[in-house]
């Protein structure tokens, strides 16, 4: 199956600061990429849709200012925490996906803590 | 609205047959997946249905009935690595995923 990546895997910020964390799909061209969080035993949260070279789509409730999303090729797409605080601490989770058969393939997540 | 809705947990027993049930309601239809998600990591793909019937995938099958907004993962010769939470996602109009909370699988030897 194809492979995506994400960097970094797991981060520790303190509050107010920014966090980038980088989705990278490494043996696919993917047109669109998705950025989730989950908080612990909570279910994934679509935050944003993203294709290559356009603004990303934000989920109701999402702050676009806050997460910065920037999809600037077909192998990358970087999800920007800026002014981060303690409850932005969650699990972000990356996936990607090429045309048909629309099958998301999952980056293996970055666990940001802020303190 | 769109409303996913399966077991919060299930457990069963190493070796064992288990079938996680899935009803669905969504605007639109395209297919619907099976995620495994250990505790602490990212969903991995199982299975992915567009027309009715069984999928078979080795130990999993994953089945689906369009008209009824229903579909199960059938588990065979359980494992304790097949412990885990299992997510039922369907895919709407636009081609999204929608996503519930998932059943949590508990194997006990």
């Known amino acids: 199956g194809a492979v995506v990546s994400q960097h970094p895997s797991w981060v520790i910020c303190k509050s107010g600061t920014s966090v980038k964390i980088e989705c990278r799909s490494l043996?696919?061209?993917?047109?669109?990429m998705f950025w989730y969080r989950q908080f612990p035993k909570q279910s994934l949260m679509l935050m944003a849709t993203s294709n290559e070279g356009s603004k990303a789509t934000y989920e109701q409730g999402v702050e676009k200012d806050k997460f910065l999303i920037n999809h600037a090729s077909l192998t990358l797409s970087t999800l920007t925490v800026t002014s981060a605080h303690p409850e932005d601490s969650s699990f972000y989770i990356c996936s990607a996906r090429d045309t048909e058969p629309y099958e998301q393939y999952f980056g293996p997540g970055t666990r940001l803590t802020v303190t | 609205g769109q409303n996913i809705d399966q077991p919060t947990e299930m457990t069963a027993t190493e070796g064992a047959i288990v079938q996680i049930n899935c009803t669905y309601q969504?605007?639109?239809?395209?297919?619907l997946f099976w995620y495994q998600q250990h505790a602490g990591e990212a969903p991995t793909f199982l299975s992915y249905?567009?027309l009715d019937g069984l999928e078979e995938k080795g130990r999993f099958s994953s089945f689906l009935s369009r008209s009824k907004g229903y579909s199960y993962l059938l588990l065979k010769e359980l494992q304790m690595k097949d412990s885990a939470s299992y997510l039922c996602?369907?895919?709407?109009?636009?081609?999204?995923?929608?996503w519930g909370a998932g059943t949590k699988l508990i194997i006990k030897p």
């Open positions: 969504t605007s639109g239809f395209n297919g």
């Open positions: 249905n567009v």
């Open positions: 996602a369907p895919m709407d109009s636009n081609y999204q995923l929608i």
């Open positions: 043996d696919f061209q993917a047109t669109t």
